[in-house]
């Protein structure tokens, strides 16, 4: 079965703080897809990253980065100088197959970030 | 590109009404199109995958029969919530599978449904 946690519920920082945000996820297959999705307030889903379980590279974009690894199963998303505009809900999700095969995602519980002025 | 549309943004009906939620893909086909649900401070859970041309596959515990899917174009995937009822009250967000991008499905902003 395929599964994500995402253990923490909330975080609350202070603008300009770094905040880290875990993902851990559980599946059997060898060929799969992990993302990170923002939900601000309105709701609507922002993509942020796609990694196939091929790539362990890590990945920089501005302030954020990410950081795979599967000898632990853990897809970590870090936020450099936090701002308040990040204040968001952030989901970790999984997907099975290759691009355009079974592509539904499995979402962990979401983590509720609050960036604090 | 790869705009996914969702429509009505929000809803408020009263119980015992059917509800429609529409799905477009705008600017490419979308063969496969999947609905989720998100109740107030949970996480998105997959009901069910609409394919072009046949049946949805509905994920375990999704009543078929109460949450009817038609996605009779590769541009239209179409949600109705029949008979809601106030435990319907949810956020229906909907995806799209296609288009040239590094996203491999893209969501629709999503529809706030309230039953009286």
Known sequence: AQKVTQAQTEISVVEKEDVTLDCVYETRDTTYYLFWYKQPPSGELVFLIRRNSFDEQNEISGRYSWNFQKSTSSFNFTITASQVVDSAVYFCALSRGVYNQGGKLIFGQGTELSVKP | ?116
């Open chain 2, 1 to 116: 590109g790869a705009v996914v549309s969702q429509h009505p943004s929000w809803v408020i009906c009263k119980s015992g009404t059917s509800v429609k939620i529409e799905c477009r893909s705008l600017d490419f086909q979308a063969t496969t199109m999947f609905w989720y649900r998100q109740f107030p401070k949970q996480s998105l859970m997959l009901m069910a995958t609409s394919n072009e041309g046949s049946k949805a596959t509905y994920e375990q515990g999704v009543e078929k029969d109460k949450f009817l899917i038609n996605h009779a174009s590769l541009t239209l995937s179409t949600l109705t919530v029949t008979s809601a009822h106030p435990e319907d009250s949810s956020f229906y967000i909907c995806s799209a599978e296609g288009g040239h991008s590094n996203q491999p499905q893209h969501f629709g902003d999503g529809t706030r449904l309230s039953i009286l």
